[in-house]
């Protein structure tokens, strides 16, 4: 048997083990659609806004409202006053048109503002809540897709398991600072995040870079906030909920989206290998900048460590991992397999100020890719990979 063959066997054997374990929400039956805020619809809210610095955004938003709304009775306010730093704005009615506008300026300050809308209508009142985030223009997005949706022919997932959702990246040798993961699910819920290795397949156990637990509103964007981490080389952005459903972009490239079901003998697969009905890209995306910009010298001065590579890289037998300590305290440096498992701990006392050193013996472990944290006072500072070659 060939290994084109075994990779058909594998695939053919995960889909029969749980092709009913995922739906696109739309696929079940007696849906009914969940509210947003108000009674505004989650099918047909406000969308959030991203602007620039000093821009101007006019978004129509008619069909989020019933019609006929009293332009006397239009309500456009800030729940927080400090808000109104980034943007400002207005409604407006135009009744030749019966199209009702949201004007948006956003100011120079970068951030996130939260607006809200309030219309009376001949049915009554209705409001809905919306984020409008002012960039930082050096920063940029990392993603697979680009046009994500809500509708319940474009969210997938399952009603009543727990699984895991995860897309991967290569950033290369580049290192940027992750500012923000962007995500959305179709029902209210909770997630756990966690940023791991890459390696064929996600490294969903043991180690990871990055980690949390993010509770959202469904049916609308959802934002990981003041981020300060760092990213390079083979990354994947895992999510695992219970009984939910994530958008997709389903013109997204499928080649990097991953799902694995919880609980069940089975394997990290794409959706597109349960279902051609299920390809797309997850609506996961991170907001970065760039290090090169000097972003990196910055956060190295506000840190009170510095971790060194190894040295060497790759290594037989054993080798050296330094970094340097700014302010005294408890160091330890742990160290993980390419299943995230982990290894050893090295060090694991009390350091003081200056540059610190300890060797990782590879007496009894298998050759290969291993990833080495440093903690100091019990918590991850950084962290780093190797190759080990016998």
């Known amino acids: 048997m060939n290994f084109k063959s075994i990779i058909f066997f594998i695939i053919t054997i995960s889909t029969v083990l749980f092709p009913a374990e995922f739906y696109k929400l739309s696929e079940l039956e007696h849906n009914e659609a969940k509210q947003d805020s108000g009674t505004v619809w989650v099918a047909n809210p406000i969308p959030d806004v991203r602007m620039g610095p000093s ?75 919306l984020t409008v985030k002012v960039d930082d223009p050096s920063s940029e997005f990392i993603e697979w897709g680009t046009a994500y949706s809500f509708d319940p022919q474009n969210t997938l997932g399952s009603p009543t398991e727990e699984w895991i959702a995860a897309l991967d990246f290569d950033l290369g040798s580049d290192t940027y600072l992750l500012q923000e993961i962007e995500f959305g699910y179709a029902w209210d819920g909770v997630a756990e995040w966690r940023i791991v290795p890459f390696e064929t397949v996600p ?86 900048k760039d290090t090169s910009s000097g972003i990196e010298e910055a956060i190295s001065s506000e840190k009170s460590f510095d971790l060194i590579k190894n040295y060497p890289n790759p290594f037989n037998g054993s080798t050296l991992i330094s970094w340097t300590m700014r302010e005294p305290g408890n160091a330890q440096i742990r160290v993980y397999n390419s299943k995230g498992e982990f290894v050893k701990s090295l060090g694991g006392r009390n350091f003081g100020i200056g540059s610190h050193s300890v060797t990782f013996d590879t007496s009894g472990i298998n050759s290969g890719v291993y990833y080495y944290e440093l903690q100091i006072d019990g918590r991850r500072a950084a962290f780093n990979k190797m190759l080990y070659l016998k």
């Open 55 to 129: 821009e101007t955004k006019t978004i129509d938003i008619t069909d989020v409202f019933a019609t006929n709304p009293d332009s006397t009775a239009m309500e456009f306010e800030f729940p927080a006053s400090t808000n109104n730093l980034m943007v400002t704005g207005n409604l407006t009615y135009n009744e030749s048109t019966g199209k009702l506008f949201l004007d948006l300026i956003s100011k120079t300050v970068y951030g996130s503002a939260q607006v809200s809308v309030k219309v009376n209508t001949e049915f009554g009142s209705a409001s809905d809540t």
């Open 203 to 288: 490294v969903d156990t043991g180690f990871a870079y990055y980690s949390g637990i993010k509770s959202f509103k469904g049916g609308n964007a959802v934002y990981i906030e003041n981020l300060t981490d760092t990213l390079t080389g083979s990354i994947a952005v895992v999510f695992k909920t219970t009984a939910n459903f994530m958008c997709m972009d389903p013109a997204g490239n499928s080649d990097h989206t991953w799902i694995y079901p919880v609980g069940l003998d089975s394997l990290w697969v794409h959706p597109e290998d349960i279902s051609e009905d299920y390809a797309g890209a997850w609506y996961i995306r991170l907001l970065v």
